[in-house]
């Protein structure tokens, strides 16, 4: 299958410019994880319009929470979304929950050396919201 080298989630066009002008923290719902290290590769996926990878960082540290108003406390304005659209995210979340009062984990992932590709590059393969492991060819 080979070995994992790093991670691709889709990221919304209207919020991928962020990366590339100093934000540095992706937040989202737990999902792909477990298997990821600092020093692997973050490729980031726009998605909505202009789909493609747009991108890449390296990751710096990955941090889990239940609540991910707390991640602002730690890294405050570095996060790509504004403590509003995260409260919308979330809520937006709550709705998949049928009602469910289990606590999710969220997911903060530090990036460093954010760069922007010269031109889109299309997947291969179909990305999925849940985001998808990136495999070193074997």
């Known amino acids: 299958m080979g070995e994992i080298v790093g991670v691709t989630y889709p990221i919304p066009k ?3 410019n962020r990366f590339f002008k100093g934000k540095d923290v992706f ?3 737990a999902t792909v994880w477990k298997q990821l290290k ?3 590769k973050f490729v980031f996926y726009q998605s909505h319009e202009d789909t493609g990878f747009v991108g890449e960082a390296k990751i710096k540290r990955v941090i889990l929470s239940e609540n991910p108003m707390q991640f602002f406390e730690t890294y405050g ?3 790509f979304l504004t403590k509003e659209e995260l409260k919308e995210y979330i809520k937006s979340q709550e709705k998949w929950g049928h009602g469910k009062k289990k606590k999710k984990l969220w997911m903060a992932i530090e990036l460093e050396d954010v760069k922007r590709y010269d031109k889109l590059a299309k997947p291969k393969r179909f990305v999925p919201v849940s985001g998808m492991y990136l495999r070193r060819r074997s």
Do not use: C, S
Request: hydrophobic letters at 35%.
């Open 38 to 40: 600092p020093g692997m």
């Open 27 to 29: 937040v989202k719902p």
């Open 14 to 16: 209207q919020y991928m």
């Open 77 to 79: 304005d570095r996060i």
